[in-house]
């Protein structure tokens, strides 16, 4: 089974200033991880996704996150945050195994909140 | 192409009353997934189908079931629904079932 810690529940970070979400997850086999955003009333968009290969990838706006396999973490970051960053944001897994890999386990979210 | 749909987006049940709710994946997606999501226990997985076939099972009573139909969308549905059911329900579909899930907007279902 798979388990996803996300330690801040909310994050208060003034326009512009860098932030660091963080996700650590606990699993006994490779998995896929993930980090999506949602938005008051909306559902869950795709943020970023690793799969397999480099392990520091890129969104298109602006957000990366590094897959660190010993330290079992995903943490999301940006170097410069926007007001329209303000949202939910949730960490999660699926197992590395054909037939379960649809099963995504979620973290309890971290709610960026960006104020001027 | 168009994202995964959601019927229908809102809906008030009362206690003991049973509730369908639909979901359209992106054109040539194959799996679908459904998650419930509530204040208390955030994120939860409840199944997913491929292919007509429930392939994947939460945690969930048996109340809660599904199915998909051969164009590959998937309808879920609860019986004699409690107070706790209250949630938002959300659908996402996938290619195979690996690799990542796209979500619908979600249905909030209340129960009175």
């Known amino acids: 089974a798979q388990s996803v810690t996300q330690l801040d529940s909310q994050v208060p970070v003034f326009e512009e200033a860098p932030v660091e979400l963080r996700c650590n997850y606990s699993?006994?086999?490779?998995?896929?991880l993930f980090w999506y955003v949602q938005y008051p009333n909306q559902g869950l968009q795709l943020l970023l996704k690793?799969?397999?290969?480099?392990?520091l990838v890129e969104s298109i706006n602006g957000f990366e996150a590094e897959f660190n396999k010993s330290q079992t973490s995903f943490h999301l970051r940006k170097p410069s945050v926007h007001i329209s960053d303000t949202a939910e944001y949730f960490c999660?897994?699926?197992?590395?195994?054909?037939?379960?890999?649809?099963?995504?386990?979620f973290g309890t979210g971290t709610r960026l909140q960006v104020t001027l | 192409k168009a994202g995964v749909t959601q019927t229908p987006r809102y809906l008030i049940k009362t206690r003991g009353q049973q509730v369908t709710l639909s979901c359209s994946p992106i054109?040539?997606?194959?799996?679908v997934s459904w998650y419930q999501q509530t204040p208390g226990q955030g994120l939860q997985f409840l199944f997913e189908?491929?292919?007509?076939?429930?392939?994947n099972k939460g945690n969930f009573p048996g109340r809660f079931s599904g199915r998909q139909f051969s164009n590959s969308r998937s309808e879920m549905n609860v019986s004699t629904l409690e107070l706790g059911d209250s949630a938002l329900y959300l659908c996402?579909?996938?290619?195979?079932?690996?690799?990542?899930?796209?979500f619908g907007p979600g249905t909030r279902l209340t129960v009175t």
């Open positions: 996402a579909s996938s290619l195979e079932g690996g690799g990542e899930q796209y």
């Open positions: 699993s006994s086999v490779s998995v896929y």
């Open positions: 690793y799969l397999s290969g480099s392990t």
């Open positions: 999660a897994v699926s197992a590395l195994q054909t037939g379960t890999a649809s099963k995504l386990t």
């Open positions: 054109s040539g997606h194959r799996s």
């Open positions: 189908y491929f292919s007509e076939t429930q392939r």
